[in-house]
């Protein structure tokens, strides 16, 4: 195949064709600048933003208006288990379930940490699957994440994540549960009003029955 299609840069310096910056707001929201245009969300997701410079990118050099693109931005929900917010009374339950690797635990408890106002900042986290000879060096690294980011509350299930637990330090309350059952009950037991609670883990886990399990009426 002898075809080369256009080529575009975009990225977080000025070196590129679509040279991007990242602020955050008083509410954690996330404001872009690219290619000096501003695009406003309403998402606290560093992910997610990092993502819109790539969207930004291709859709401006296929004509798209800067003004379409902001609007669709601004009303883009994002799907079951991919940072989604789910608000509970007065609880904020953020789902990213779908899956989990390193990279983005580490972006999820980030996302978390950026929620401002009171309340505890919760996580439970469930093994990160398919990781080989690494799995114990990746969950130890994890644990050094959690220790160093301020949270509130950290529960694990599965076999892996005990990797996890142990290595964190200086966490409140850091409880490690070997089935779901007593997870949720534990869950139950503890909320308080203003939690702010990510659920993470590996599709395997199933981290999304733990969802059900402790809000369903």
């Known amino acids: 195949i002898n075809n080369i299609g ?3 840069t975009y990225g977080l310096n000025a070196n590129c ?3 991007a910056d990242i602020h955050r707001e008083n509410d954690g929201s996330i404001t872009l600048t690219i290619d000096a245009q501003e695009i406003k969300t309403k998402s606290k997701n560093l992910s997610f933003a990092k993502n819109i410079i790539a969207v930004s990118a291709v859709s401006i050099t296929l004509g798209i208006e800067w003004k379409l693109l902001q609007e669709k931005i601004l009303t883009f929900k994002p799907p079951k288990g991919r940072c989604k917010v789910i608000t ?3 609880i904020t339950i953020i789902d990213d379930t779908y899956n989990a690797n390193l990279e983005s635990c580490i972006a999820a408890i980030d996302y978390l940490n950026a929620f ?7 996580l439970v986290l469930g093994d990160m699957l398919e990781l080989g ?3 114990t060096s990746q969950h130890e690294k994890l644990g050094s994440k959690c220790s160093a980011a301020n949270l ?5 299930i599965g076999k892996r994540t005990l990797s996890t637990q142990s290595t964190i330090h200086g966490v409140p309350i850091n409880l490690h549960y070997n089935n779901s059952g007593d997870l949720i009950s534990s869950l139950k037991s503890q909320l308080q009003d203003n939690d702010k609670i990510l659920f993470k883990g590996s599709r395997g886990m199933k981290m999304e ?3 059900s399990g402790v809000f369903k009426a």
């Not at 401002?116 to 919760?122: D, E, L, Q, T, W």
């Not at 509130?152 to 694990?156: G, K, L, Q, Y």
Request: net charge positive; proline share 4%.
């Open 6 to 8: 256009q080529k575009i």
């Open 17 to 19: 064709d679509f040279p």
């Open 88 to 90: 509970y009374n007065s």
């Open 209 to 211: 029955k733990i969802i």
């Open 152 to 156: 509130d509350a950290v529960f694990t």
């Open 116 to 122: 401002s106002g009171s309340g505890r900042k919760i």
């Open 133 to 135: 000879t690494a799995s």
